[in-house]
């Protein structure tokens, strides 16, 4: 059964970075797709990026991230990565990495298609 295994996050002062790790274990055969998304307590899951595993890696993010998160991958690793930088406390949230098919640039915010989840991870900002 595949899973995904989450590390990293943790608490930091605005405008401070830190880094997710999201493991995929048992690797899929083919490119796939990797989110990663945040919730608020009481709030519905948002997706901030994802990034497609085919030959060019293709990355998409949340208009109130860009140019501060950044997803990449290490294929040697199984190992999809946010770096984070500039955190804002508005930023803080539950952290999750969640797999799924192919995704372009037109569906790769569709929470609905992701099939597999991470466990979560802690992100806290303060001001």
């Known amino acids: 059964q595949r899973q995904l295994v989450q590390s990293g996050g943790g608490s930091v002062q605005a405008g401070g970075s830190l880094k997710l790790s999201c493991v995929v274990q048992?690797?899929?055969?083919?490119?796939?797709?990797v989110g990663w998304f945040r919730q608020i307590l009481g709030k519905e899951r948002e997706i901030v990026g994802a990034?497609?595993?085919?030959?060019?890696?293709?990355?998409y993010y949340l208009d109130s991230v860009k140019g501060r998160f950044a997803i990449s991958r290490d294929n040697d690793k199984s190992t999809i990565y946010l770096q984070m930088n500039e955190l804002k406390p508005e930023d803080t949230a539950m952290y999750y990495c969640a797999l799924r098919g192919f995704c372009d640039g037109e569906n790769w915010h569709n929470t609905w298609q992701y099939e597999t989840w991470g466990q979560g991870t802690q992100v806290t900002v303060s001001s």
């Open positions: 048992r690797y899929p055969y083919g490119a796939y797709c």
């Open positions: 990034i497609d595993t085919g030959g060019l890696s293709n990355s």
